[in-house]
């Protein structure tokens, strides 16, 4: 019982994200009913949010590296040091982001073993986690280049 009900708070706070984030998507599967194809479909969300969390994640970098290359051609070494702590400041959330991540699929990973909705339970929280970095990301952009930028869309 504990399991359907987290499964369900899972499959909430996902409908809840991807809908508030405008990160709203719905593929063919979503209406699938057995347990493979759910498993399947929950994949493929969880392979979508982190091509979008990693494509992202590389065009915000990309803005700041060229920051720092016009910085170091003016010989701006304030600037340029500015732009590296930022890069190096991303690089750490990023590979933060990325062991949360992992450590969470292996928790789920490990409270579902041997059952069939494992996979499903497992791809939903990187979903969620995906989707609360890409929240991240998206509020890292707006405090570094401003609401109405239209960067890394």
């Known amino acids: ?40 479909c929950t994949g493929l969300k969880s392979k979508i949010i982190d091509s979008l ?24 070494t304030l600037q340029a040091n500015y732009y590296e702590k930022l890069i190096d400041a991303l690089d750490g959330s990023q590979k933060s982001y990325l062991a949360l991540a992992k450590a969470n699929r292996l928790f789920y990973n490990n409270v579902y073993d041997g059952g069939s909705m494992r996979g499903m339970v ?15 990301l998206d509020d890292f952009i707006v405090q570094f280049v401003g609401e109405d930028s239209g960067f890394c869309e």
Do not use: W
């Not at 497992?122 to 991240?136: M, P, T």
């Open 122 to 136: 497992v791809n939903l929280s990187s979903v969620a986690d995906g989707l609360d970095r890409l929240k991240k």
């Open 1 to 40: 019982m504990k399991k359907y009900f987290i499964v369900f708070v899972l499959v909430c706070v996902l409908q809840i994200h991807l809908k508030s984030q405008n990160y709203d998507f719905e593929l063919p599967c979503d209406t699938l009913t057995t347990q493979l194809e759910m498993n399947r």
């Open 53 to 76: 969390v990693n494509t992202k994640y590389n065009c915000f970098k990309k803005i700041l590296e060229n920051d720092f290359k016009q910085s170091m051609s003016e010989n701006d």
